[in-house]
């Protein structure tokens, strides 16, 4: 099991950068992916970011070369750069973690975190 909580968003104007963390309550070494998902009002939640255990990254085609997910193990935590950062940005982001335990794979969510991008 793992608490995550989110810190980092806030009001932006388009062309801005912000930098989200994502804690976890316990080490992420053995955590099989780490994730950023979004939701805006009116539509479905959305991957835009993950990272595995071993370091392998995939973005959603709408943030690449703009967002960047990163991980601090010594800190249990995951980051979310992201640059130029445009109205259709606008969400709440929600970190996600995937923990393998016997059998079963379980997923853990953190409450978000709101960022707002005025144009």
């Known amino acids: 099991q793992v608490q995550l909580v989110e810190s980092g968003g806030g009001l932006v104007q388009a062309g801005g950068s912000l930098r989200l963390s994502c804690a976890a309550s316990?080490?992420?070494?053995?955590?099989?992916?780490m994730g950023w998902y979004r939701q805006a009002p009116g539509k479905q939640r959305e991957l835009v970011a993950a990272i595995t255990g071993g370091g392998g990254t995939n973005y959603a085609d709408s943030v690449k070369g703009r967002f960047t997910i990163f991980r601090d193990d010594a800190k249990n935590t995951v980051y979310l750069r992201m640059n130029s950062l445009k109205p259709e940005d606008t969400a709440v982001y929600l970190c996600n973690a995937v923990i393998v335990s016997g059998a079963g794979e379980y997923e853990y969510w953190g409450q978000g975190t709101q960022v707002t991008v005025s144009s």
């Open positions: 316990r080490s992420i070494f053995s955590i099989k992916a």
